[in-house]
């Protein structure tokens, strides 16, 4: 969207941000090159065909240094690569005023450092406004992974500002998806459970993942091989997940939204394992 500002534009201002906070240092992909082809613009087209512009889409082509998928690390070394891709990554960006707003398995990443360390990193800005003063009320995300209340169609949903909780929630949904759908870092070819959520609407999906979050027969799914250490971690998540929703809706302020670090502490850092906050700089780790 040309009325936005474009991914290089995002990174761009990720990369100042890292210039002097260590921990958003490397958690962005690396960007070479890019090329915008502004005759693609969708208004241009418009205009050529008589039409008149309703908003204007634009293709950017943009190069980076290729990326491994955080599915494919299993045990210690993925619980690990989550935690820093959102405390050291997410978060800090996101105090800084950069709002990523589409946590996705395909949006965590890792690479090997030049000494063969593992990074995780958090990819694909192109949905991440920045701060300045305008509130983002439009419901952003992939479906699967967004938070309840944003697929609930009887919520505020692109009625309210997009809170960090929500990204927060995204992120307990994303480890959920993949302990119990990988083995060995390759997707289960067939028994997969979730299957049927990324094929529904976002108001079935959403229903899907609230049941699934109420049932206690969650906890009787088998973990990915790999993932058998793993998988607790997003049961004790989805937990205080499940407390957290359940004492907004018997609240007099059920849409009132936590404030950043209230929100990470009961939803996450609550939820892992102590030796992931105890050494809170294992950003790059041998393997």
């Known amino acids: 969207e040309e009325s936005r500002k474009s991914e290089p534009e995002i990174l761009q201002k990720v990369y100042e941000i890292a210039k002097w906070n260590e921990d958003v240092r490397g958690r962005a992909p690396d960007m070479l090159c890019y090329q915008i082809f502004r005759d693609t613009s969708t208004a241009v087209i418009r205009t050529r065909l008589g039409l008149k512009p309703d908003g204007a889409r634009v293709l950017y082509l943009i190069v980076f240094r290729k990326l491994q998928p955080i ?18 990554g997410h978060l800090s960006l996101w105090k800084n005023g950069v709002y990523h707003r589409d946590v996705s398995p395909s949006n965590l990443m890792f690479k090997l450092t030049s000494d063969g360390k593992i990074m995780g990193v958090l990819n694909d800005y192109d949905l991440a406004p920045v701060e300045d003063g305008v509130a983002r009320t439009d419901r952003t995300g992939t479906v699967p992974f967004m938070a309840l209340e944003l697929l609930d169609p009887e919520g505020p949903c692109g009625q309210i500002n997009h809170a960090y909780e929500y990204d927060a929630e995204s992120f307990i949904w994303v480890l959920t998806w993949i302990t119990l759908r990988y083995d060995n870092g390759t997707l289960r070819a067939t028994g997969r459970p979730l299957d049927e959520w990324p094929k529904a609407s976002s108001t079935t999906c959403g229903r899907g993942k609230s049941a699934f979050l109420l049932s206690a027969s969650r906890r009787k799914l088998q973990a990915g091989i790999g993932h058998e250490k793993n998988l607790p971690v997003a049961h004790v998540c989805m937990d205080n997940l499940l407390r957290y929703m359940v004492s907004k809706v018997a609240s007099v302020y059920p849409n009132q939204v936590m404030e950043v670090d209230a929100a990470f502490q009961k939803l996450l850092r609550d939820s892992v394992p102590a030796f992931l906050i105890a050494n809170k700089h294992f950003g790059e780790w041998s393997q």
């Open 71 to 88: 599915t494919k690390l299993i045990e210690t070394d993925f619980l690990r690569a989550w935690w820093a891709t959102f405390h050291e």
